[in-house]
Structures are given as C-alpha cells and as structure tokens.
C-alpha cells in the first residue's frame, strides 16, 4: 500500500492525499483541489500506471472539491462523499466556490456513491472505512484503513488544532463528537489531514488543546 501526498502548488488549497493498492493497481483519490498544471495528479497516476476507482472526498467545500470534474473526466472514477454534503458537489454557494472567487473554475458533478457513518469502500482487499465526523460540515467523514493504521481527517483534525465550525452547517458540538469518535480509535494512528502538516493520534490526545479542554 501507497499513500502519498500529491505535490501541490495551490498553498491555500486542500491536501490532495493518493493511496494505491498495489496488488489490485487500483488507486483513489482523497480530495481533489485542483486538475492542473499546479498539481501533479497526473504525473503520479501516470507513474504508477494505476487505476484510479474513487475520489474520496472528505467533505464539500469547494477547496477539496475542484479537481473532481477532472479525474472523473479523464479516469472515470467513482465520485464518493457523505449524502450530507452531496448538494454542495453542483451548488458554488453551498461550496463556497462563489464567495471565494472560484466560481469560474468550478465545475459541477453528481457523487456516484454516498456514504454514511459505518460503511466501506474497498481498493482491491483494501478496506476503506467510513466514519461520519459532522462538525466542519453536516457531511464530514474521515476515511480509515485499519491495516495501515491511518485516518484522512479532512478539515476535522488538524496537527494541534480542529477544523472551523463558523461556515453554514457547522457545529461546534457536533464536532466535539466527531472528535470523540477519532479519539476511541484504538492505538496510533497516522492522521493526514485536509490543510498543513500530518500528525498521529496519539500527539493529538495529548498536544491538542482544543481536544484537551474537551
């Protein structure tokens, strides 16, 4: 298994984290900010010579969301998200898209999959687990693969902070929920999430202020 993040020369965009299976050359896409010369998306697909099956993306806003008309174009993948955030995939004002100046690149897509608190979405015998994490907004999730130990957090666990809960649909007591079920994971877990640097869960337990004051 491959995990690795996709060079990106967007600084006030959304990680766009890639994760291949190596045994089934099947491979996903965890948020999509941009398709473009800025990003090097199709430089490591075409490297690998893989498949690309999903874009996983972690919640709706419109800097995760950008490249996805892009990759489902070109590769064909299956767009998945929560079914919370589903309108906001071909909506710029839901997305924010329009607020933020970014309405003319934006291109609107119907999610192929929607996923809810508890479901898996599988690379080959690759279990991708799905944890509905609200809080960011109503259809946050965070991805989990057990066998690497690893959570995509979105923008619902930073290193050292969580995401906002300020835009429409957030809630700052539904993201202490989301929290609290990252935090009953077993363990350490490599945590990379949506914007800056990753982190695990067992530094966040103890670093995170937001989490400690929790």
């Known amino acids: 298994m491959l995990i ?46 893989c498949r690309v099956k999903y874009v996983l993306l972690t919640h709706g806003h419109f800097d995760h969301i950008l490249g996805t008309y892009g990759i489902q174009q070109k590769y064909g993948a299956a767009v998945v998200c929560h079914k919370g955030d589903a309108a906001m995939l071909a909506d710029a004002q839901l997305n924010l898209a329009r607020i933020n100046g970014a309405e003319d690149v934006f291109n609107p897509v119907k999610p192929d999959i929607t996923v809810d608190d508890g479901d898996s979405i599988y690379l080959g015998d690759t279990e991708i687990k799905v944890i509905h994490t609200p809080g960011h907004t109503k259809g946050s999730v965070c991805y989990v693969i057990e066998d690497e130990k690893t959570v995509f957090s979105g923008d619902t666990l930073f290193c050292r902070t969580v995401g906002r809960t300020d835009f429409p649909g957030g809630s700052t007591e539904e993201l202490k929920e989301s929290l609290k079920k990252l935090l009953a994971l077993e363990g350490n877990y490599r945590v990379l999430p949506g914007h800056n640097r990753e982190t695990d869960l067992e530094s966040e337990r103890t670093r995170n202020i937001f989490i400690r004051r929790m």
Request: charged share 30%; glycine share 2%; hydrophobic share 40%.
């Open 4 to 49: 690795k993040l996709i060079e990106n020369q967007y600084p006030m965009m959304a990680n766009c984290w890639l994760i291949y299976d190596e045994k089934s050359n099947e491979a996903a896409i965890v948020d999509t900010c941009a398709f473009d010369d800025k990003i090097n998306t199709k430089k490591e697909i075409e490297a690998l010579g």
